[in-house]
């Protein structure tokens, strides 16, 4: 138990300390890479849950197919301080009143609600591929096809925007 329970705090710090990283980097491609980091440690909070499963799709789409996207993204935009335009103070003041608001809300509506009861299920029931399929494919047919139908359509949507017109 002190040895889980020290690999979780362990995974909780690097997660914290990347996500500081991603937000304070000067550089946004330093600041991609630490949100790689920080994809790596939630997937290993996933392994400590016992969703293998779910562990291994999340290293898959999000540190692999997402940051890969994120990357080029940002080494396209060529991004430098002289070009970047400055916002005005004004603004500045804004934001942080409206960021400031905001947390106050979720932590207002965080201390009013109730959690729901707790009930630990079976560990043979828990994050394993088998498991996963039979729910998907028996309780969850229908959202698992339209959600098939929009990502197929959203793929051809991107390839006729990319298509260069013939002139």
Known sequence: MVISQFIFYTLAAFTLLS?????????????????????????????????????????????????VLFLFTVMLLNLNKETEPHKPTLLKFGAVIAGGALFLIVIAAMRSGMPAPYTAPKM?????????GMKLYKDYTLPFEVASILFLSAMIGSVVLAKKERS
């Open 124 to 132: 043979s029931e828990v994050g394993y591929v088998k498991n996963i």
């Open 19 to 67: 996500s500081l990283f991603v937000v304070f980097s000067k550089n946004p491609i330093y600041s991609v890479l630490w949100l790689i980091v920080c994809f790596f440690t939630i997937a290993g909070h996933f392994v400590m849950l016992n969703a293998q499963f779910l562990a291994v799709v999340h290293i898959i789409v999000y540190s692999g197919a997402i940051m």
